[in-house]
């Protein structure tokens, strides 16, 4: 697709292709009557799609695929913040939207642009956290903020970075336990070998995403990828080959 043409944008400057962008979703929405009957609402199940295809490209996509992507997620936001732009009692552009996350990630980086000091990934969470403790002081949990909608694999594993940090940790049956008590290792056989409803399944579950966590793997990654093998494997049957 290409953007708008510059006699009739003439604010548009050549070597500001962000801009640019931008003016081109402006026409979009002025003049496309499918774009026109959008609201943020209808608009979210093409902000999962295109996550997940970033996320495909990201972890099993040429350089190409990548760039692509990214565009197409940088609409979705681009799309939002014209929506926002024409809201009759509170509107924002993507300006304010560029403006607040400016300032929120110079807030959050102190060790960059203020005199902290960070040495380490891990002092530099600690200013991270501080920073974004004093931006949401009216949350009353550790859970505020926590999305429901996140992929079951993933919210347990940040459900279980909160969990430790009120003192909880999972022991290696799925249970919370104070920290401290968890049990050391995690026999996934036993677990298995033992699964005899789905609510047992689902401490297994838990439990493995502990170990997850206590590795420094992503879960939600991790089960990508072996399905990923296993598309493969099934093309591979379909296509003919017995190995």
């Given at each position: 697709m290409t953007g708008p043409?510059?006699?009739?944008?003439?604010?548009?400057?050549?070597?500001?292709?962000?801009?640019?962008?931008?003016?081109?979703?402006?026409?979009?929405?002025?003049?496309?009557?499918?774009t026109q009957q959008i609201d943020h609402r209808?608009?979210?199940?093409?902000?999962?799609?295109?996550?997940?295809?970033?996320?495909?490209?990201?972890?099993?996509g040429t350089r190409d695929d990548l760039r692509e992507e990214l565009g197409d997620l940088l609409w979705q936001v681009l799309f939002h913040a014209e929506i926002a732009s024409r809201d009759p009692d509170d509107p924002f552009d993507i300006d304010d939207v560029a403006r607040g996350l400016t300032e929120k990630m110079v807030r959050r980086h102190p060790h960059v642009f203020a005199g902290a000091v960070a040495n380490?990934?891990?002092?530099?969470?600690?200013?991270?956290?501080?920073?974004?403790?004093?931006?949401?002081?009216?949350?009353?949990?550790?859970?505020?903020?926590?999305?429901?909608?996140?992929?079951?694999l993933a919210l347990a594993q940040k459900l279980?970075?909160?969990?430790?940090?009120?003192?909880?940790?999972?022991?290696?049956?799925g249970i919370?336990?104070?920290?401290?008590?968890?049990?050391?290792?995690?026999?996934?056989?036993?677990?298995?070998?033992?699964?005899?409803?789905?609510?047992?399944?689902?401490?297994?579950?838990?439990?493995?995403?502990?170990?997850a966590r206590a590795n420094g793997w992503d879960a939600e990654r991790?089960?990508?990828?072996?399905?990923?093998t296993l598309e493969h494997d099934i093309r591979r049957r379909e296509a003919g080959d017995p190995t």
């Open positions: 043409d510059r006699d009739s944008h003439p604010m548009i400057p050549a070597a500001d292709p962000l801009r640019e962008a931008a003016e081109t979703m402006r026409a979009v929405r002025d003049r496309c009557v499918w209808a608009l979210v199940p093409y902000l999962v799609e295109e996550s997940a295809e970033l996320i495909d490209a990201v972890e099993d380490t990934p891990e002092e530099v969470l600690v200013h991270w956290n501080a920073a974004k403790a004093a931006e949401k002081g009216a949350r009353t949990s550790v859970l505020d903020g926590v999305s429901a909608h996140m992929p079951s279980l970075g909160k969990a430790g940090s009120v003192g909880l940790e999972t022991s290696n049956q919370l336990v104070e920290t401290g008590d968890a049990d050391p290792g995690l026999d996934e056989n036993a677990l298995v070998g033992g699964i005899a409803t789905e609510a047992a399944l689902g401490e297994a579950l838990l439990a493995l995403v502990a170990t991790a089960l990508r990828e072996r399905l990923r």
